[in-house]
């Protein structure tokens, strides 16, 4: 079975930076896509970012373009969110998310999601 584990969430206050990652195993290989989510409380869980497999194109949410930065290690399995110019409203539960079948845009798109970890921005 496919298995994510998020890391690398914490306290920051705005305008600071945090880099999360998300440990994958259980693929064969690295021909997979992944995305980054965060849910707040009393919302929707929303996407952040995805990274193609090969070449790693990348899209983002209009609310972090140049602000996060998605990258992924494929000799490590690990897949990066680097948050720079961090603000409050980023405050949520950051979420990746393996095996897209559909629009990375739709989270009922994904067979396989970590445990979450959380990001607190204070003003």
């Known amino acids: 079975d496919v298995q994510l584990v998020e890391s690398g969430g914490g306290s920051v206050q705005a305008g600071g930076s945090l880099r999360l990652s998300c440990a994958v195993s259980?693929?064969?290989?690295?021909?997979?896509?992944m995305s980054w989510y965060r849910q707040a409380p009393g919302k929707e869980r929303e996407p952040v970012a995805l990274?193609?497999?090969?070449?790693?194109?990348?899209e983002y949410a209009d609310s972090v373009a140049g602000r996060f930065t998605v990258s992924r290690d494929n000799a490590k399995n690990t897949v990066y969110l680097q948050m720079n110019s961090l603000k409050p409203e980023d405050t949520a539960m950051y979420y990746c998310?393996?095996?897209?079948?559909?629009?990375?845009?739709?989270?009922?798109?994904?067979?396989?999601w970590g445990q979450g970890t959380q990001v607190t921005v204070y003003p």
């Open positions: 998310a393996a095996e897209l079948r559909g629009n990375w845009r739709n989270p009922a798109n994904y067979m396989f």
């Open positions: 259980g693929y064969t290989d690295c021909n997979y896509a």
């Open positions: 990274i193609f497999a090969n070449p790693g194109r990348t």
